[in-house]
Every structure is written in C-alpha cells, then in structure tokens.
C-alpha cells in the first residue's frame, strides 16, 4: 500500500497539470447533475449530442426549453424525462 502511496504522490508532483485536468474534467461532469437551469453547452453535454443537434431537438419541439434573449435555457428535469424517453433497452441474446 505504501508503494502505491509512493507511485501517486510521485506522479502527482511531477504533474500537476494532470491533476487539475482531471478535476476540471471530473467536475464538468458532475456539476451537471447539480444545477437547475442549463445553458445549450451542458444540456448538449448531459444527453452526450452536439449544439446543433440540441437546436434541431429545439426547432422540432422535441425538448422543451426556456428564452431569455437571445439564450435558452433548459430545466435539468425536462432533459432526464426526454432522455429517460429515449433510452433504448437490450437484452443479452441467449444462443
């Protein structure tokens, strides 16, 4: 265990770059699951589209958003209901 111990701290001194990438990237993630409100970027990021996929979904009224200006904004609840809609389910084949 101390090996280990040894082998990150190491690692983590020698590149600490690395570790607030991963952070940055743990958090982008996460603090999702945090907020409310979303802008495009993270509600595009939370159903894992693209922007322009996410305008499209807009224009279709496929998901529901709000428009303050020129900016939407999207109910964390709205996006987990249309995702939840769209999941797809497979079963194991048996052979």
Do not use: W
């Not at 265990?1 to 770059?17: D, V």
């Not at 990237?25 to 979303?38: G, R, T």
Request: proline content about 1%.
């Amino acid at each position: 265990m101390k090996a280990l111990e040894t082998i990150l701290t190491t690692h983590i001194e020698s590149k600490p770059e690395y570790l607030i990438e991963l952070f940055k990237q743990l958090y982008k993630h996460s603090a999702i699951e945090y907020k409310d409100k979303l802008t495009s970027k993270e509600a595009a990021l939370y159903l894992n589209i693209s922007v322009k996929t996410l305008d499209n979904l807009c224009c279709n009224r496929q998901v529901s958003y709000y428009k303050y200006g020129k900016h939407r904004e999207f109910i964390l609840l709205d996006l987990k209901q249309y995702r939840k809609k769209k999941e797809k389910y497979f079963s194991k084949l048996e052979i």
